[in-house]
């Protein structure tokens, strides 16, 4: 098999992969909402639509709600505001590393 078939077959059996991925995380988060997450339902219509009764939910739950999917969800500004500028969270330095930056940056 000429190397420029095999690229494109392989690109085939790539694009089938991230799509058939795509469409199993699209069933797990609709799975997830209609048993309730609402970090799932911001994801899909008809929660999406209007998400403002989800924020309210949220907010009742705490400044920081953790969603089936796994993920965190800051509720606040506040909150919000200190996890972006916060370093720990993977915000990167001007050299491109993570964490506090050196002495000389400061």
């Given at each position: 098999m000429?190397?420029?078939?095999?690229?494109?077959?392989?690109n085939?059996?790539?694009?089938?992969?991230l799509?058939?991925?795509?469409?199993?995380?699209?069933?797990?988060?609709?799975?997830?909402a209609k048993?309730?997450?609402?970090?799932?339902?911001?994801?899909?219509?008809p929660?999406?639509?209007?998400?403002y009764?989800?924020?309210r939910?949220m907010?009742e739950r705490?400044?920081?709600?953790?969603?089936?999917l796994?993920?965190l969800v800051a509720?606040t500004?506040?909150?919000?505001?200190?996890?972006?500028r916060?370093?720990?969270?993977g915000?990167?330095?001007?050299?491109g590393?993570?964490?506090?930056?050196p002495?000389?940056?400061?």
């Amino acid at each position: 098999m000429p190397v420029q078939q095999a690229r494109t077959a392989n690109n085939r059996w790539a694009e089938l992969g991230l799509r058939t991925r795509l469409r199993a995380q699209g069933a797990l988060t609709w799975f997830s909402a209609k048993r309730g997450d609402p970090m799932a339902r911001l994801l899909h219509s008809p929660w999406r639509d209007d998400p403002y009764p989800l924020y309210r939910e949220m907010r009742e739950r705490g400044p920081l709600v953790r969603s089936r999917l796994g993920v965190l969800v800051a509720t606040t500004h506040q909150l919000c505001d200190e996890v972006l500028r916060d370093r720990r969270f993977g915000v990167r330095t001007s050299d491109g590393s993570y964490g506090d930056p050196p002495p000389a940056a400061r």
